[in-house]
């Protein structure tokens, strides 16, 4: 039996993969974009569903979109939650406004649409949300403070949903994946903060450098990552015999750079024990059992 797949951000890179690969394999697809008759209309004939969906919307716009993109095929099994883009710049001279915009994207936008789906996978009792994240969700870099801070905010939110699907609904399943650098558009199409303090052009000019230079010589194959993902998702191919985790990482860029932060964190973790632990109240116990925490 066929999934039927609803993803964001199809206009190229990984979202665009996934509909071409699904779609091939019999699979329902919603595929969705901003302006998505110009912006899709190469994957009309995939025979994926296009619909127009910009994740900014409000959360009465996107509940919606979802009951419009169900309509499609009567169900959704699960959701890409792709759509994204990169903001660069130091922290001093990004604006409010401009980290907004990467929040409103990366993080409210997934989430809204997570909303909006939770009660149609309730009534299922099953569902995957997949989040399409990035190794700058765990270990920042410099000149990337929107991109970050949005990243991180999503993969937090995203760790407290599957704590509370656990718990209550443990047939819907987050996921998030977390991908290095890989061949898709988005590396041309870095929104690059404007030169407002000379104190950080040269972080400006080496933020510039490294996205032209992640573009030409990108190390991870995008149609591999998508691939795998949909094995995930069926429990065939990689996923036989395996428990999928909360988060899966992709490309030994993003593997060397989460377990640089990892050992740095269980260095400092170990070293600052004692101090950590020195304020606490004399014969402190554990708290009080709550909420499980998994």
């Not at 993080?107 to 996978?121: E, I, K, V, Y």
């Not at 099953?126 to 905010?153: D, N, R």
């Not at 000379?198 to 190390?219: E, H």
């Not at 030994?252 to 964190?265: F, G, Y």
């Amino acid at each position: 039996m066929p999934y039927t797949w609803l993803i964001t951000g199809c206009s190229s890179g990984f979202g665009e993969q996934f509909v071409r690969q699904l779609t091939a394999q019999g699979d329902q697809v919603i595929a969705t974009g901003r302006n998505a008759e110009i912006r899709l209309a190469h994957l009309k004939d995939t025979g994926a569903t296009i619909l127009d969906l910009d994740v900014t919307i409000s959360q009465s716009e996107m509940d919606m979109k979802f009951q419009q993109a169900l309509k499609a095929y009567g169900t959704i099994d699960v959701i890409v939650h792709n759509a994204g883009f990169i903001q660069c710049g130091a922290l001093e001279e990004l604006t409010q406004e401009e980290v907004q915009l990467s929040l409103d994207t990366n993080l409210h936008g997934p989430l809204n649409l997570t909303r909006s789906a939770l009660p149609h996978f309730r009534e299922k009792g099953t569902g995957w949300l997949i989040y399409m994240t990035s190794q700058a969700g765990f270990a920042a870099e410099p000149g990337a403070t929107g991109y970050c801070a949005s990243k991180f905010a999503l993969e937090g939110a995203v760790e407290s949903l599957a704590k509370e699907m656990a718990w209550l609904a443990p047939g819907i399943k987050p996921l998030i994946i977390e991908s290095g650098i890989f061949n898709t558009e988005i590396m041309n199409n870095i929104h690059h903060a404007d030169y407002r303090v000379p104190f950080w052009k040269p972080l400006n000019d080496a933020a510039r450098a490294r996205g032209q230079g992640n573009s030409r010589i990108a190390p991870g194959n995008a149609v591999e990552l998508v691939s795998k993902v949909i094995q995930i998702v069926k429990g065939i191919g990689i996923a036989e015999g395996r428990e999928i985790p909360l988060r899966i990482p992709f490309g030994s860029d993003c593997l060397k750079a989460v377990r640089a932060k990892l050992e740095t964190m269980q260095r400092t973790y170990d070293e600052w024990e004692d101090v950590a632990r020195s304020t606490d109240f004399p014969g402190a116990s554990e708290p009080l059992p709550g909420v499980p925490d998994s």
